[in-house]
């Protein structure tokens, strides 16, 4: 008799190192160590298993250990010949995996380093000797590990492991590392920041990973190695065989039908439907090969151990949910359990079952429990029938009398048979009849004209990636669906860099979107479906159920059966759309530039939308940089960008941009791909270097128009908007994250050949900053070529001669600004009057303005500073005369308004010396006699704004326009750098009232008085109205031919009346004096 297979429930790699266990190798498991050992061949060390709960990877670890200490042949690992072996064991645990492997080699923790562990494991490894050495690290629970440290000093653990890794990584060593997870290693670190995060991807890339999942087939092995032993399948062939029909005739389960016919026989009393049921619910509730033990080892009365083969031939499908409601009933009973309303949905109509049937109350249930097991455990497009049904019930179940007790069930509306996904349900109760409003829905539902609309609305299609183009060139290329009535025909924008156009028309035939395809230049890929009546009709049928859904939403029987209906549906019609796009016999055709083309798979199409990306975007560079070959890069990459356009601006002259040779950020990586190796080298030795593209770049059709770009942008500004757009299109299409890149690099390289602008004018200089705002809002930013070649050269260098600097054979940003900047600064420290003054000459003026209008330095300089005086830069080019007298002209007009200020001080000056002293007399003198004119001045008369005035005039200042600045200060309560022409004017009239008003205040005697350059006499008025009124008049001799002018015409206009003369006379002076 055979011997029993020793079962437990689990396997501790280190409690049962040494138990003697039987263990089933499965394929599975010797696949995962045929490829641990063809990796150690190539030089991998680390390896990561990764597996679901219960999938056996503690037991496989110790068969491996097993296999390969000799003990038992489970697997046969071919690592070394014979090697001799050492395995160091750890079973993970929320704790420091640094202490547990310290704790494992007595190392004291408070003078731990991780080389101090390194170098135990390393010695480990040197006692086993020179004759074929190999030591297996083993860390079963590896994510217990994971889990501190990802809340406990993440960078200190996840660094050990790192330092472990690597360590193991050696090829020189014949030390490997097997870890083993429940879920991807990423998954541990949700909880860190982005650049912990980062660290823990780089740590993963440090293990080769292997996927441990169990497939059904390996589960249905098992049982079948486990029960072959212990029961026989003796006169059953003929029901397994039945069963296998079954199976094969309904298409229940994807499985392969040679395989299960393998296994059948092994598998009794399992019937091959009830073990797939089994297996698919033990890894949908259970932990897969552990819960598969539990149920073969198992001896409750709902067990196989239990199960009485003289009642029942089979242990069939009710058997199993009885299993699963006696052992996992807390799950499934649960707000966790997936399919949590579908169990209910059964336990209920069980309970309808035993409330609505007196008699053969066990077959009813048997069939219900069937119905309901199918249809959680059954794939879309099973035929469960009512043949089906009836077969099994009648094979498996053992219900002589099925067919009846099938109507039964659906006479009393406990069960139904759906046509749209040929299955029975079970119905929970409702008084809806379904097929009867589905019926009465359609004619209040109108006729489906606008096919396009409906699918989109209920049909989203994923976009698709051309692979071979990506893989090749580095650029994600994907193509968007679009669902039409008409040929679409717009260009591809943004992420999307082509359209797959589905279209469905009555109204167009194949041959009218061929011709459309033919006029078609974009990577647009049409797809003609013939079957649109179809489809038209199967949407039809969603709107008349949607209609009913609407019609009862309170019935959540009736509104959970015609939701079924409704998926049914759309996966119908998802039939229709995708199945049918590669499907043999088709009802599409494929189009592409007006000709039919042949698609017959997901693969091929994936291969050819790569063809159509090579055709259309032929133009487009090779670049392998994942970070930044994007439409939207990361906002950690942004920050890797600006450090990048640092690089460039601060270090372009020194090797590799000052990039540390053993170090790669980013930001090196960027300018390795992007320059380096595209040899665009913007430092070198030779004095006579040119930045230039390597010949074997792909980068080529990009430098071309880049070129192209400037040398259009001679004869006037072009916008950077305008630099981007044709990159965005075909024969392009870049990612916008290059097209940043690339427009920010190759400006900064061509630099010297163009002025940028911006809204605030001409940018002398491309730092980091405005490199990262010129590519955030590249609308803000024009560009302008230089253009200076032959005559207009000459002109140019005439401006430098000018200037007193040398001149230049070939002018670039760096000459431009040296030769505008004099220019510029002459302007900003001209005083405000000579800034705004018109008492210039017109030519002047204009100079005046185009200087401080000056944004652009070539347009200044041969447009407006021409224009200004009156020539044109053509005038200039053809003739040498002109461009003579233009300098000259410039000359005079810039000493003009440089001498505006002084030239002011200078008429302030001779009208005191005029109109106040009268005579050209020194400073010196001039300002003696006008203090000596008021010392006799009655100040304690004088108003505020006199005494300031007189202690300007008395002020000890030697110097002379500060001197006259302080008297202006005092008049106007402005300084003579800030007045304007209408300022002096008034002026004049203020400081000639000032000086009355204060000769007024004076008390003077004959010796005060200048007897040769002045008059001087006083008036007093008397009247009622304005009492008495004195006033002292003084005025220069030289003042007596204007007087006496004066006095002639007032004489001509005086009548006869010499008393009215008089009056006449009184009123003027008292106007005047008052």
Same mark, same amino acid.
């Given at each position: 008799?055979?011997?029993?297979?020793?079962?437990?429930?689990?396997?501790?790699?280190?409690?049962?190192?040494?138990?003697?266990?039987?263990?089933?190798?499965?394929?599975?498991?010797?696949?995962?160590?045929?490829?641990?050992?063809?990796?150690?061949?190539?030089?991998?060390?680390?390896?990561?298993?990764?597996?679901?709960?219960?999938?056996?990877?503690?037991?496989?670890?110790?068969?491996?250990?097993?296999?390969?200490?000799?003990?038992?042949?489970?697997?046969?690992?071919?690592?070394?010949?014979?090697?001799?072996?050492?395995?160091?064991?750890?079973?993970?645990?929320?704790?420091?995996?640094?202490?547990?492997?310290?704790?494992?080699?007595?190392?004291?923790?408070?003078?731990?380093?991780?080389?101090?562990?390194?170098?135990?494991?390393?010695?480990?490894?040197?006692?086993?000797?020179?004759?074929?050495?190999?030591?297996?690290?083993?860390?079963?629970?590896?994510?217990?590990?994971?889990?501190?440290?990802?809340?406990?000093?993440?960078?200190?653990?996840?660094?050990?492991?790192?330092?472990?890794?690597?360590?193991?990584?050696?090829?020189?060593?014949?030390?490997?590392?097997?870890?083993?997870?429940?879920?991807?290693?990423?998954?541990?670190?949700?909880?860190?920041?982005?650049?912990?995060?980062?660290?823990?991807?780089?740590?993963?890339?440090?293990?080769?990973?292997?996927?441990?999942?169990?497939?059904?087939?390996?589960?249905?092995?098992?049982?079948?190695?486990?029960?072959?032993?212990?029961?026989?399948?003796?006169?059953?062939?003929?029901?397994?065989?039945?069963s296998l029909s079954l199976l094969k005739k309904s298409r229940a389960f994807t499985v392969n039908y040679q395989y299960s016919s393998e296994v059948a026989y092994k598998l009794y009393p399992l019937d091959i439907l009830s073990a797939h049921v089994l297996t698919l619910c033990l890894q949908r509730y259970g932990q897969n090969e552990?819960?598969?033990?539990?149920?073969?080892?198992?001896?409750?009365?709902?067990?196989?151990?239990?199960?009485?083969?003289?009642?029942?031939?089979?242990?069939?499908?009710?058997?199993?949910?009885?299993?699963?409601?006696?052992?996992?009933?807390?799950?499934?009973?649960?707000?966790?359990?997936?399919?949590?309303?579908?169990?209910?949905?059964?336990?209920?109509?069980?309970?309808?079952?035993?409330?609505?049937?007196?008699?053969?109350?066990?077959?009813?249930?048997?069939?219900?429990?069937?119905?309901?097991?199918?249809?959680?455990?059954?794939?879309?497009?099973?035929?469960?029938?009512?043949?089906?049904?009836?077969?099994?019930?009648?094979?498996?179940?053992?219900?002589?009398?099925?067919?009846?007790?099938?109507?039964?069930?659906?006479?009393?509306?406990?069960?139904?048979?759906?046509?749209?996904?040929?299955?029975?349900?079970?119905?929970?109760?409702?008084?809806?009849?379904?097929?009867?409003?589905?019926?009465?829905?359609?004619?209040?539902?109108?006729? =489906?004209?606008?096919?396009?609309? %409906? &699918?989109?609305?209920? @049909?989203?299609?994923?976009?698709? /990636? #051309? !692979?071979?183009?990506?893989?090749?060139?580095?650029?994600?290329?994907?193509?968007?669906?679009?669902?039409?009535?008409?040929?679409?025909?717009?260009?591809?924008?943004?992420?999307?860099?082509?359209?797959?156009?589905?279209?469905?028309?009555?109204?167009?035939?194949?041959?009218?979107?061929?011709?459309?395809?033919?006029?078609?230049?974009?990577?647009?890929?049409?797809?003609?479906?013939?079957?649109?009546?179809?489809?038209?009709?199967?949407?039809?049928?969603?709107?008349?159920?949607?209609?009913?859904?609407?019609?009862?939403?309170?019935?959540?029987?009736?509104?959970?059966?015609?939701?079924? =209906?409704?998926?049914?549906?759309? %996966? &119908?019609?998802?039939? @229709?759309?995708?199945?049918?796009? /590669? #499907? !043999?016999?088709?009802?599409?055709?494929?189009?592409?530039?007006?000709?039919?083309?042949?698609?017959?798979?997901?693969?091929?199409?994936?291969?050819?939308?790569?063809?159509?990306?090579?055709?259309?975007?032929?133009?487009?560079?090779?670049?392998?940089?994942?970070?930044?070959?994007?439409?939207?890069?990361?906002?950690?990459?942004?920050?890797?960008?600006?450090?990048?356009?640092?690089?460039?601006?601060?270090?372009?002259?020194?090797?590799?941009?000052?990039?540390?040779?053993?170090?790669?950020?980013?930001?090196?990586?960027?300018?390795?791909?992007?320059?380096?190796?595209?040899?665009?080298?913007?430092?070198?030795?030779?004095?006579?270097?040119?930045?230039?593209?390597?010949?074997?770049?792909?980068?080529?059709?990009?430098?071309?128009?880049?070129?192209?770009?400037?040398?259009?942008?001679?004869?006037?500004?072009?916008?950077?908007?305008?630099?981007?757009?044709?990159?965005?299109?075909?024969?392009?299409?870049?990612?916008?994250?290059?097209?940043?890149?690339?427009?920010?690099?190759?400006?900064?390289?061509?630099?010297?050949?163009?002025?940028?602008?911006?809204?605030?004018?001409?940018?002398?200089?491309?730092?980091?900053?405005?490199?990262?705002?010129?590519?955030?809002?590249?609308?803000?930013?024009?560009?302008?070529?230089?253009?200076?070649?032959?005559?207009?050269?000459?002109?140019?260098?005439?401006?430098?001669?000018?200037?007193?600097?040398?001149?230049?054979?070939?002018?670039?940003?760096?000459?431009?600004?040296?030769?505008?900047?004099?220019?510029?600064?002459?302007?900003?420290?001209?005083?405000?009057?000579?800034?705004?003054?018109?008492?210039?000459?017109?030519?002047?003026?204009?100079?005046?303005?185009?200087?401080?209008?000056?944004?652009?330095?070539?347009?200044?300089?041969?447009?407006?500073?021409?224009?200004?005086?009156?020539?044109?830069?053509?005038?200039?080019?053809?003739?040498?005369?002109?461009?003579?007298?233009?300098?000259?002209?410039?000359?005079?007009?810039?000493?003009?308004?440089?001498?505006?200020?002084?030239?002011?001080?200078?008429?302030?000056?001779?009208?005191?010396?005029?109109?106040?002293?009268?005579?050209?007399?020194?400073?010196?003198?001039?300002?003696?006699?006008?203090?000596?004119?008021?010392?006799?001045?009655?100040?304690?008369?004088?108003?505020?704004?006199?005494?300031?005035?007189?202690?300007?005039?008395?002020?000890?200042?030697?110097?002379?326009?500060?001197?006259?600045?302080?008297?202006?200060?005092?008049?106007?309560?402005?300084?003579?750098?800030?007045?304007?022409?209408?300022?002096?004017?008034?002026?004049?009239?203020?400081?000639?009232?000032?000086?009355?008003?204060?000769?007024?205040?004076?008390?003077?005697?004959?010796?005060?008085?200048?007897?040769?350059?002045?008059?001087?006499?006083?008036?007093?008025?008397?009247?009622?109205?304005?009492?008495?009124?004195?006033?002292?008049?003084?005025?220069?001799?030289?003042?007596?031919?204007?007087?006496?002018?004066?006095?002639?015409?007032?004489?001509?206009?005086?009548?006869?009346?010499?008393?009215?003369?008089?009056?006449?006379?009184?009123?003027?002076?008292?106007?005047?004096?008052?």
């Amino acid at each position: 008799m055979p011997t029993p297979i020793k079962h437990t429930t689990s396997i501790n790699i280190i409690r049962d190192s040494s138990r003697n266990l039987n263990y089933i190798p499965t394929p599975n498991g010797i696949s995962v160590v045929n490829q641990i050992s063809n990796d150690f061949k190539k030089g991998i060390r680390s390896f990561n298993i990764i597996g679901s709960y219960g999938t056996g990877k503690s037991s496989f670890l110790w068969a491996l250990e097993q296999s390969l200490l000799g003990k038992q042949k489970f697997f046969k690992p071919n690592f070394l010949p014979n090697p001799k072996v050492k395995f160091i064991h750890f079973v993970g645990e929320y704790g420091s995996i640094i202490n547990h492997f310290a704790g494992y080699f007595d190392l004291d923790l408070r003078k731990l380093e991780n080389e101090n562990i390194l170098l135990e494991i390393f010695a480990k490894y040197k006692n086993l000797g020179k004759n074929h050495p190999l030591l297996v690290i083993v860390i079963d629970e590896f994510g217990k590990y994971l889990e501190y440290a990802s809340e406990n000093f993440p960078e200190r653990e996840l660094y050990f492991v790192q330092q472990l890794a690597e360590f193991v990584n050696n090829p020189d060593n014949n030390i490997i590392l097997v870890t083993t997870l429940h879920q991807n290693f990423e998954a541990y670190a949700l909880a860190l920041n982005r650049t912990q995060k980062a660290e823990w991807t780089k740590v993963r890339g440090r293990f080769r990973e292997l996927t441990f999942n169990e497939p059904v087939e390996q589960l249905l092995f098992l049982a079948a190695e486990h029960l072959k032993v212990k029961t026989t399948a003796k006169n059953r062939e003929n029901e397994i065989k039945s069963s296998l029909s079954l199976l094969k005739k309904s298409r229940a389960f994807t499985v392969n039908y040679q395989y299960s016919s393998e296994v059948a026989y092994k598998l009794y009393p399992l019937d091959i439907l009830s073990a797939h049921v089994l297996t698919l619910c033990l890894q949908r509730y259970g932990q897969n090969e552990r819960s598969l033990f539990s149920f073969l080892e198992s001896a409750d009365r709902t067990s196989l151990s239990q199960f009485d083969s003289k009642r029942s031939l089979f242990y069939n499908i009710a058997n199993v949910y009885d299993y699963f409601i006696y052992n996992f009933y807390s799950f499934i009973s649960s707000r966790y359990n997936p399919d949590f309303a579908a169990w209910a949905s059964i336990k209920d109509t069980l309970d309808n079952v035993e409330r609505t049937f007196d008699v053969n109350i066990e077959y009813y249930s048997k069939i219900v429990k069937t119905i309901g097991l199918l249809n959680i455990t059954a794939v879309m497009g099973a035929e469960l029938d009512a043949t089906f049904l009836i077969r099994y019930s009648e094979i498996c179940l053992q219900i002589p009398t099925a067919e009846k007790i099938i109507e039964d069930l659906k006479l009393r509306k406990l069960i139904a048979y759906r046509n749209y996904n040929k299955r029975f349900v079970l119905l929970e109760g409702t008084d809806l009849d379904i097929p009867s409003a589905l019926q009465e829905a359609g004619n209040r539902v109108d006729e =489906i004209n606008d096919v396009a609309t %409906l &699918l989109n609305r209920y @049909y989203q299609l994923p976009p698709m /990636y #051309a !692979k071979a183009y990506y893989y090749k060139t580095g650029t994600p290329r994907l193509f968007e669906y679009k669902i039409t009535e008409f040929p679409f025909d717009e260009p591809p924008r943004d992420e999307i860099d082509g359209f797959i156009n589905l279209v469905f028309s009555e109204k167009m035939s194949l041959d009218d979107v061929i011709a459309k395809s033919l006029e078609q230049t974009e990577a647009i890929i049409y797809v003609f479906y013939k079957n649109s009546r179809v489809i038209k009709n199967l949407l039809f049928e969603i709107e008349k159920t949607k209609k009913v859904i609407d019609d009862n939403a309170t019935d959540r029987v009736a509104t959970k059966e015609l939701n079924q =209906i409704f998926l049914h549906q759309k %996966l &119908l019609l998802n039939h @229709y759309i995708i199945t049918n796009l /590669y #499907a !043999k016999k088709s009802e599409v055709t494929w189009i592409y530039q007006g000709k039919v083309i042949k698609i017959q798979s997901k693969r091929v199409f994936s291969k050819f939308l790569s063809e159509v990306c090579f055709q259309i975007y032929y133009s487009a560079p090779v670049f392998k940089n994942e970070l930044v070959n994007k439409h939207k890069i990361s906002s950690s990459i942004f920050q890797a960008r600006k450090s990048y356009f640092t690089a460039l601006v601060d270090n372009w002259n020194q090797p590799d941009l000052g990039f540390h040779e053993d170090k790669f950020p980013a930001e090196k990586t960027i300018y390795l791909t992007l320059l380096k190796q595209n040899g665009i080298k913007l430092y070198s030795d030779e004095s006579e270097h040119v930045v230039q593209l390597s010949r074997k770049s792909s980068f080529i059709h990009v430098w071309k128009y880049s070129i192209d770009f400037l040398n259009s942008a001679k004869k006037t500004r072009r916008s950077i908007n305008e630099f981007i757009e044709p990159l965005t299109r075909k024969p392009f299409k870049l990612k916008q994250g290059l097209i940043d890149l690339w427009i920010a690099s190759f400006l900064f390289v061509k630099r010297d050949d163009f002025a940028l602008f911006n809204e605030s004018g001409f940018i002398p200089n491309l730092t980091e900053e405005v490199l990262d705002l010129l590519v955030k809002k590249p609308s803000d930013f024009e560009l302008k070529t230089f253009d200076i070649e032959g005559v207009k050269l000459d002109i140019f260098n005439s401006y430098r001669m000018f200037l007193n600097q040398d001149s230049k054979e070939k002018i670039n940003t760096n000459t431009f600004i040296e030769t505008i900047k004099p220019f510029l600064t002459f302007y900003r420290n001209l005083p405000e009057y000579s800034r705004g003054t018109k008492r210039l000459k017109s030519e002047t003026i204009a100079v005046r303005e185009a200087i401080a209008q000056a944004k652009d330095p070539e347009k200044a300089f041969f447009e407006d500073f021409p224009n200004a005086l009156g020539y044109s830069v053509e005038d200039l080019q053809q003739n040498k005369t002109d461009l003579k007298n233009y300098i000259t002209k410039l000359q005079e007009a810039i000493r003009e308004l440089r001498t505006a200020h002084s030239n002011l001080i200078l008429r302030f000056e001779e009208f005191i010396q005029t109109e106040i002293i009268g005579e050209d007399s020194p400073f010196e003198v001039y300002k003696k006699k006008l203090q000596d004119r008021y010392k006799k001045l009655k100040k304690h008369l004088c108003l505020p704004h006199q005494k300031t005035f007189i202690n300007r005039v008395d002020s000890p200042l030697s110097d002379r326009d500060a001197w006259l600045n302080s008297l202006t200060q005092s008049i106007l309560t402005k300084n003579l750098d800030v007045m304007k022409d209408e300022d002096e004017i008034v002026f004049y009239d203020k400081f000639k009232n000032m000086i009355l008003e204060l000769d007024s205040l004076t008390s003077l005697l004959k010796d005060d008085i200048d007897a040769v350059n002045e008059d001087v006499f006083g008036i007093e008025m008397n009247s009622f109205n304005h009492g008495l009124q004195k006033k002292l008049i003084r005025y220069p001799k030289s003042k007596k031919k204007e007087i006496h002018a004066i006095e002639e015409i007032i004489k001509k206009k005086l009548g006869s009346d010499q008393t009215v003369n008089i009056a006449a006379l009184s009123n003027i002076l008292q106007d005047l004096i008052s």
